[in-house]
């Protein structure tokens, strides 16, 4: 259920993690509990969201699929809280450590699969997936961490291939 109260009310919003071109993430704190999550803070003019709130509390329990915590809703906005995740993202520790074995490449391609894997046959296909925006790790566990546009079964690895082509994959 999305909430219509004010997200203030039992969050504190914090800093900004990252921007897209409809949505802003920040760090959040649960008043209560001082529990530290996500918001995504999507904006309703670009972008209509129920399609991704439905995935991600459908499928949110997959180890490599993001948590959904709480929805709230204004005028203007949608605001998902999810889980909080530290590690950053996947291509920027690649690029970070100079290098990229075989192993760890295709331990990603695993979880990749697999996530696209179990969402088709749960019937969610993946239109857009990019993994320089898409996955994050956090805690040595990579995560799938937004979804565009779920309508066909193409998996974009253009990132991937872009590492293996520059030599980082040894």
């Not at 219509?4 to 009310?9: A, D, F, P, V």
């Not at 999550?37 to 991600?56: Q, T």
């Not at 459908?58 to 915590?69: A, M």
């Amino acid at each position: 259920n999305i909430k219509t109260s004010r997200i203030q009310l039992e969050y504190e919003l914090k800093e900004e993690l990252g921007r897209g071109s409809y949505s802003i993430c920040r760090r959040c704190i649960h008043r209560s509990t001082k529990v530290e999550f996500a918001v995504k803070i999507i904006d309703k003019s670009k972008r209509d969201c129920r399609e991704e709130i439905e995935i991600l509390l459908r499928h949110g329990q997959h180890p490599n699929i993001l948590s959904l915590r709480d929805t709230f809703e204004d005028s203007q906005h949608v605001y998902l809280v999810t889980e909080l995740m530290k590690g950053g993202e996947l291509l920027d520790k690649i690029l970070k450590q100079k290098f990229f074995s075989e192993r760890e490449a295709r331990s990603v391609m695993e979880v990749v699969a697999t996530v696209v894997k179990y969402l088709h046959l749960n019937g969610v296909e993946v239109f857009y997936f990019i993994p320089k925006r898409h996955l994050t790790i956090f805690k040595r566990e990579l995560k799938l961490l937004s979804f565009y546009i779920f309508k066909i079964l193409v998996v974009v690895v253009r990132d991937l291939v872009r590492i293996v082509k520059s030599g980082y994959l040894k």
